[in-house]
Structure formats: C-alpha cells, structure tokens
C-alpha cells in the first residue's frame, strides 16, 4: 500500500486508467475479431464490420490507449485482408 496520500492517489488513479484502458482494448480486439470471422465465412457484412473496427481502432488511438502507428497498422492490414 502507498505511504503517501499522493500515492494513494495515483494508484488509484492508475486503476481507474487500467480498467478504462482494457475495456477499450477488449472492445476493439473484438471488432477485429468480428472482421476476420467475418471475411473467413465470406458473409457480406464484413465491409460494414470492418467501418465500426476501423472507427474502434481510431478512437483507441485517440484515447491513447494504443499508438497512433500501431492504430494505422491495424487498420491497413484489416482493410488489405479484405481487399
């Protein structure tokens, strides 16, 4: 346990971030995962799946939650796989 209020502070500030930040990732790990089943069955909705992962990945990146670099990797792969 921290010695310091401040410390105190930012621990719990540090978790608040952890949970926020995992909760994102989750959510656009599974949109890229929805993509990929998606192209694999060859349904006709993976361009769609793959506008609502691209907008996931962005706002990631936005947050900070990712890299910008990382952000634009993920998304010229995904649209090349279905390319």
Known sequence: ????????????????????NK???SSMNTAVKKVRTAKEAGTDNATDLL???KSLIAKAA???VIHQN?????I???TKSLG
Do not use: F
């Open 1 to 20: 346990m921290a010695n310091h209020k401040s410390a105190a502070k930012r621990a719990k500030q540090s978790e608040a971030r952890r949970l926020r």
């Open 70 to 74: 990382t952000a634009a990797r993920k």
């Open 23 to 25: 909760s994102t990732r």
């Open 51 to 53: 506008n609502s992962a």
């Open 62 to 64: 936005k947050k900070g």
């Open 76 to 78: 010229s792969r995904l």
